[in-house]
């Protein structure tokens, strides 16, 4: 039984590949209670050539408020957003915030300014410690800033960096900053999130790893979600019950689900 996945894709995001409503009826097959879908909204200056702001978020706020109306008794689907960059258009951020109404907003760093999402840079002409420091610096400024309910997917680069490019990283380095990072958002009451993609990818763990939600516990952080961030109906739920399992390692003995914003929490 899979309690909760708040990390979700459909159609409506430029990488996704099942309908919404395809979606919903595998989260309501697999029993799963509490269910986001979060599409990509990506601000700053390299969105995909063929992504439209204004149908994604149009669309998804003419579909996924019906969908909630149409399976209401079968899971809690929950309206919600990933919203990359937001750090870099603020005021668009704040608009598109003011004008939805989401349930849940994941707030992402994919690419850092003047870079492309680090799906896409070469890690032989750019050394990546230096990217990688840029990251945190632009993770900080998103947390500083505000407008996100928890942070997506912290250390995402090494995705790519030692996932896909195996290049060893010296994480101490940046263990200042990922603690100023883990203050900002406790301090501001968001929370962070478990991504348990890199399970079922070559990085092999979850973003962030279990020392970084362990260290989130220990500077007195308690609001946590747990997503899959899954983009097909195939990866729906995959990972959430070792997500758990991780949390609980930590000290977590409740997970966030987020309604008009707001954390609800369930006992694991
Ligand atoms: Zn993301
Ligand atoms: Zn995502």
């Known amino acids: 039984m899979i309690p909760f996945d708040l990390h979700t894709h459909c159609t409506l995001s430029f990488d996704g590949e099942s309908s919404a409503e395809d979606m919903v009826t595998r989260a309501v097959m697999l029993g799963i209670k509490y269910y986001a879908l979060t599409d990509h909204v990506d601000l700053g200056e390299f969105p995909d050539p063929d992504f439209d702001l204004e149908a994604t978020v149009s669309g998804a706020g003419a579909q996924i408020p019906a969908l909630r109306e149409?399976?209401?008794?079968?899971?809690?689907?929950?309206?919600?957003?990933?919203?990359?960059?937001?750090?870099?258009?603020?005021?668009?951020?704040?608009?598109?915030?003011?004008?939805?109404?989401?349930?849940?907003?994941?707030?992402?760093?994919?690419?850092?300014?003047?870079?492309?999402?680090?799906?896409?840079?070469?890690?032989?002409?750019?050394?990546?410690?230096?990217?990688?420091?840029?990251?945190?610096?632009?993770?900080?400024?998103?947390?500083?800033?505000?407008?996100?309910?928890v942070l997506g997917h912290i250390t995402y680069p090494l995705r790519y960096i030692v996932g896909?490019?195996?290049?060893?990283?010296?994480?101490?380095?940046?263990?200042?900053?990922?603690?100023?990072?883990?203050?900002?958002?406790?301090?501001?009451?968001?929370?962070?999130?478990?991504?348990?993609?890199?399970?079922?990818?070559?990085?092999?763990?979850?973003?962030?790893?279990?020392?970084?939600?362990?260290?989130?516990?220990?500077?007195g952080g308690r609001i946590l979600t747990i997503g899959s961030d899954a983009h097909r109906t195939g990866d729906l739920g995959k990972g959430i019950a070792e997500g758990i399992e991780l949390a609980r390692n930590c000290g977590f003995t409740e997970i966030a689900v987020y309604k008009e914003r707001k954390p609800t929490f369930i006992r694991i």
């Open 70 to 149: 149409k399976y209401a008794d079968k899971t809690e689907l929950l309206y919600g957003v990933e919203l990359g960059q937001a750090v870099q258009e603020p005021e668009l951020a704040e608009k598109l915030l003011a004008e939805n109404d989401y349930d849940f907003v994941i707030g992402s760093v994919h690419n850092i300014r003047g870079h492309e999402d680090f799906y896409f840079l070469d890690y032989t002409k750019t050394d990546p410690q230096e990217l990688l420091g840029r990251y945190f610096d632009e993770l900080l400024e998103t947390a500083e800033a505000g407008r996100y309910d």
């Open 164 to 219: 896909e490019n195996g290049i060893n990283i010296d994480m101490k380095r940046y263990s200042g900053i990922i603690d100023e990072i883990l203050r900002t958002v406790i301090k501001n009451g968001k929370g962070i999130e478990i991504n348990t993609s890199g399970l079922r990818q070559k990085y092999g763990r979850t973003f962030p790893d279990a020392g970084t939600v362990k260290r989130y516990r220990e500077l």
